[in-house]
């Protein structure tokens, strides 16, 4: 067999990028990123705790009741206020007495971005100290 017959049995090949080294590559780059991310988290409510539980007599403490269709009452026996209102409500609270501490009461089933508003306008009127309560609805939930 001639060479030059050898060519012509010789199908043409068509030019490639050599891919057996793909995996690897994609494999170290996914490797790469992982390690140089940085993932956000959640700052969630920034709240200090006290070191020490302390008793704070009822004199000293305000409710303020968020109930599950999202009405906002400040004081126990108080009529529903906008959330609006409850940084004027609160402001005039502490200023009589400084050291009260507000107990933020809301229904399980409250929407949440009414308790967001309410604990923000609490923030507002420079409240010291905030506890956040959960209520038990009577619905069962």
Known sequence: ???????QDKKPRKPGIPTASMGDIAFLII????????????????MVLPADSTRI???N???????EEGMVRVG???VPVSVHEVR?????????NPDMAIALRVS????YHVMIE?????????APRISLVPVQDKKGG
């Open 1 to 7: 067999m001639s060479p030059s017959s050898y060519a």
């Open 31 to 46: 490797i790469f990123f992982m390690v140089t991310s940085v993932f956000s988290r959640d700052k969630g409510l920034k």
């Open 57 to 59: 007599p009822r004199s």
């Open 61 to 67: 403490l305000l409710p303020v009741l968020v109930n």
């Open 76 to 78: 126990a026996d108080s």
């Open 88 to 96: 004027g409500l609160v402001s005039g609270k502490l200023r009589q």
């Open 108 to 111: 399980r089933r409250a929407p």
């Open 118 to 126: 309410v604990f923000d306008q609490l923030k507002l009127a420079k």
